[in-house]
DNA sequence: ACAGCTTACGTGTAACGTAAAGATA
DNA sequence: TATCTTTACGTTACACGTAAGCTGT
């Protein structure tokens, strides 16, 4: 089974029509059409029904739509992480939210620097899907909260486990509170979080925390976000703990199968630090 | 990148040597010295320092090989499972290690027979590397213990946490205490499991549950087991709890991203029927 | 009759094998 | 000099494109 192979099935599967497949490909329909054929004959199953106008998958065909994106996501993290071994210029890329490092990346990045074989840090700040920065292989590691992403495909070590807490205007209704609830924030807008599926949150797509807390201080929505978000609060907002909202875990990811050393310091010194922050913070 | 190419670059980055490479990929050098110099030139990285008498890895030649293992492995689970799912005859493969099952199987099973849409479950007892079928596409779920078994790639539902007991012939030294502690096994022989690594345990090699109670029996080795194995032990057995050994967590595995319906709802069955043991028997 | 997948056929790229050359200890 | 990788060259296999054929709607 080849790689090109597998992207063209992945083109038919998708669009469900050969042309549309092949144009996308940048081909023509025929040698696709063999293509498909031979993958066919060579796994000795049926993976797409023809109709004479409808193309459909097989249950074997939807199995392999999906065994395709793994195989092709695993290609070409390959060569990217192969890339950036082999250009010199060695850095460990972390991938970080702004705002929700917990307060413990000045410390980590400290101690780490003091690591024999230390490598220059490269921080990238990005709002939406992180994780897909690990997985493509363009970072090493990053740091992200459970549960709000899937770790699927990633190893994981436990920083900093936080309470949540409503961030709101000090005018807001619920401003004087000393606790709130769930069920108090129904009907209040939320941010969206790009790239987070479509769900309940109504309010604007957030792109960074200082949009976010204009946003808050305009009062066009409020956000239930980690504790440790206090050290950074403007002067006009309040946060008040949400008492039946789940904790949120901070935590370090990359890749599994990882074996830099130099990645492996890493996750030890954030081990470390957050354990002694852990151990005399609280 | 073709899977050819990463095929023929394993081979070599395993051999170390062209020649044997070839050899093994039932080819002559000089393709195959192309293809690696092709290969080299679409990532724009050496992956080979060639010495006159001397291959060796550059650092993104083992980066490479290790993303290659993973890409292959990919690879040839997927063309396992469309298989699997081609050929009609639909099953549930569900690998154990024969009375590692914590005594929960036989009403996991009959529980998910009743569900809507269960398929026939096909048990394949296996003792060494059971992990391995999964991430191979061989099998849909399997009984693992943690922290016995590597999860990475697998996604997990914990069933049970069992302490640990030493099995022991009644006539051993050890036998009439009501507890002993890891110290207490120094120079014991302990079983060796099938795959694992060459570590210290310097008994037998055990194959099956059987053997390993009478091997215990013939006083040629003690074992540390779940304590659920009391259920299946022989007159001429005793178990004592053993104080510190780490309690161990039988769990279902099952690949990432697996999707089918009727492997769901025997995770679902699998961790009510759990919980339900759970809550009453401890 | 039309849209769309497939078969037929001719062409070019590329992978392979044999043979010869270059490099290193 | 011996061993091992690379370059050179001729052949074969395979993937692609154009054109014609077939099939449901």
Redesign the pocket.
Same mark, same amino acid.
């Given at each position: 089974m *080849?790689v090109? *192979?597998l992207v063209?099935f992945t083109a038919?599967a998708e *669009? =469900?029509?050969?042309?549309?497949?092949?144009a996308r490909?940048?081909?023509?329909?025929?040698? =696709?059409?063999?293509?498909?054929?031979?993958l066919e004959r060579r796994l000795g199953v049926a993976l =797409?029904e023809?109709?004479?106008?409808?193309?459909a998958l097989t249950e074997a065909g939807a199995v392999l739509l999906r065994e395709s994106r793994t195989v092709l996501d695993a290609a070409s993290a390959a060569a990217r992480r192969t890339r950036r071994a082999g250009r010199g210029d060695p850095r460990l890329v972390l991938v970080i939210k702004p705002g929700g490092d917990g307060g413990l990346l000045p410390a980590i990045l400290d101690a780490y620097q003091t690591e024999p074989g230390a490598l220059p840090v490269e921080l990238v700040c990005s709002f939406g899907e992180r994780e897909i920065l690990l997985r493509e292989g363009r970072a090493d590691a990053a740091l992200l909260h459970r549960p709000h992403h899937d770790l699927t495909g990633l190893d994981t070590q436990d920083l900093l486990t936080e309470t949540q807490v409503l961030v709101m205007p000090s005018s807001h209704r619920l401003a004087g509170r000393t606790r709130v609830c769930l069920n108090d924030l129904a009907g209040e807008p939320l941010p969206r979080w790009p790239g987070a599926s479509e769900g309940r949150s109504h309010g604007p797509e957030i792109h960074d925390l200082g949009q976010l807390l204009h946003l808050v201080a305009l009062r066009r929505m409020v956000a239930v976000l980690p504790s440790s978000i206090r050290d950074q609060l403007r002067d006009d907002l309040v946060a008040v703990p949400v008492d039946d909202a789940e904790p949120t875990t901070l935590l370090l990811a990359w890749p599994e199968h990882a074996t830099s050393p130099a990645l492996a310091a890493f996750i030890r010194t954030a081990a470390a630090v957050a354990g002694k922050t852990t151990a005399h913070g609280g």
């Open positions: *080849e090109r *192979e063209y038919v *669009e =469900l029509h050969f042309g549309r497949a092949a490909l940048g081909m023509t329909q025929p040698p =696709l059409s063999r293509a498909i054929q031979q =797409l023809r109709g004479g106008r409808r193309v």
